[in-house]
């Protein structure tokens, strides 16, 4: 299915519901984990396995010029040059392109939020043997906050930073950085700008040319809509150099594929960093749902998205349930963060999924207790303290209304306590 036969369905959501069969069987809630492929994604997918296992190689020249019109694509999806995109196997493989591209010396400093995804953590902390130093920003409250002052306040805290790293929308609480007053700061203090943006990209507009942001990667799986380990890596053109490619191979070179040409020349775009093969058939799914977000238009996706969210903490404050996230216009997201009183988070998360509700228990917040709150008409659970770990909440995030009818609800019935039919192990991702 094409971009273009995309649109022409009429549709209340700015997506149509027909893409997606998930909607058959969930009320989805769980982008911020991994999000359901897109039909147009699963047949872009098939016909180009289908395509190699009848031409093998006289498929790839037709393919090779598909993934230079989905690196433009992904470009236009981020409000960068398309020369500056380049394919990765995921997040964390982006990331580490960065940390082990980036010449380091001792006394080096990184400021990086706390409570981050390991993922976006971990390569800043294993530069420890290079003697970087990691400084990190605490968030504010329950609520995972993080505002620009207080990335001002660490970087001010020592020498100038080399790099300023964070999530664009926090894992756990969802708290989306103002990324461009934060490169506006990041410019002024001389420090390069790292962003991971899987749990943004695709579901908020994004212009991360102009908001100064110099490095961000995400993988398709989440509000990409993409295949899980198909990503996309942006670096900043004039900062490319600066980068040593890690896996140099015949794909990083400006005369790839003259194979009797042994110069090493890399390429001037960011594909210099891709070294071998493509991963061609992910590539197209890929691409195949960022046609369908960039026909959809972000701008309206996102106000869809948002305006489900606030429906979904009125409805759950108006049954008890405490919305974690802060849910101010600044920095609100696809993900809300939701404790309810009385049960343990991951027993709830399995209620709903027995539901046909996907939610995810994640999220850290040291000191909450996890308790249902008994309402009035609703039949009382045993009380039983949560000795589960507290540091678990159960998180929406979706861009689906429940299957049937289109109606716009959170099901109030979903998260009564009385119920406890089929409770299985919630799948759990991100
Ligand atoms: C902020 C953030 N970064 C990265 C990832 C996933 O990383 P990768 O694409 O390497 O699996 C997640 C998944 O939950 C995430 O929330």
């Known amino acids: 299915m094409t971009a273009t036969s995309a649109t022409s369905t009429t549709a209340a959501t700015p997506l149509v519901r027909e893409h997606f069969p998930v909607t058959k069987r969930w009320t989805y809630l769980n982008h911020a984990g991994i999000c359901p492929l897109p039909q147009p994604a699963v047949e872009a997918m ?14 790839y020249a037709a393919h090779a010029a598909e993934i230079e019109r989905i690196r433009a694509a992904s470009g236009r999806l ?7 995109v380049a394919f990765v196997k995921n997040t964390t493989t982006g990331l580490g392109m960065i940390a082990n591209g980036l010449e380091w010396a001792a006394g080096d400093r990184i400021v990086v939020p706390d409570l981050e995804f390991p993922s976006t953590l971990y390569p800043w902390l294993a530069l420890a043997d290079r003697g970087v130093v990691v400084d990190r920003v605490q968030p ?4 995972g906050k993080l505002t620009v002052e207080a990335f001002v306040a660490r970087i001010n805290a020592g020498p100038a930073p080399k790099l300023v790293v964070t999530s664009w929308v926090q894992f756990g609480r969802g708290w989306r950085v103002d990324l461009a007053e934060l490169g506006r700061v990041c410019r002024e203090a001389g420090a390069l700008l790292c962003v991971d943006v899987i749990q943004a990209l695709g579901v908020i507009p994004a212009e991360l040319d102009s908001w100064g942001v110099d490095f961000a990667m995400a993988d398709g799986h989440k509000w990409l809509l993409g295949p899980e380990g198909c990503g996309v890596l942006y670096v ?10 890690l896996e140099p191979g015949w794909n990083s070179v400006v005369h790839r594929e003259e194979w009797d040409n042994l110069d090493l020349v890399f390429d001037d775009t960011a594909r210099r960093l891709e070294g071998g093969m493509p991963n061609v058939t992910g590539i197209a799914a890929l691409g195949a749902s960022i046609d369908l977000l960039l026909a959809a238009g972000v701008p309206a996706i996102w106000s869809h998205v948002d305006r489900l969210c606030e429906l979904a903490c009125t409805r759950l404050t108006a049954i008890g349930a405490t919305v974690l996230s802060d849910r101010s216009a600044a920095g609100r ?3 809300v963060s939701v404790q309810i009183d009385g049960e343990p988070i991951p027993l709830l998360a399995e209620k709903l ?14 000191d909450l207790a996890a308790r249902i709150q008994h309402r009035a008409g609703h039949r009382a659970v045993g009380r039983r303290d949560c000795r589960v770990d507290p540091r678990l909440t159960t998180r929406l995030s979706g861009r689906c209304v429940p299957p049937s009818t289109g109606r716009e609800t959170l099901p109030a019935r979903a998260i009564r306590p009385g119920r406890r039919a089929g409770i299985r192990r919630a799948a759990a991702s991100g």
Not at 140 to 143: A, F, R, T, Y
Not at 236 to 245: A, E, F, V, Y
Request: aromatic letters at 2%; proline letters at 4%; a negative charge.
């Open 140 to 143: 504010e409250g329950d609520s």
């Open 236 to 245: 900043r053109g004039s900062k490319l150099d600066l980068l040593r490619p």
């Open 333 to 335: 997201s696809g993900i």
């Open 353 to 366: 999924r027995a539901e046909g509700i996907a939610v995810s228990a994640r999220g850290r917040a040291a």
């Open 78 to 84: 981020m409000g960068v040059p398309s020369t500056d």
């Open 46 to 59: 098939h016909r180009h396995a289908t395509e190699v296992s009848l031409d093998g190689e006289f498929s």
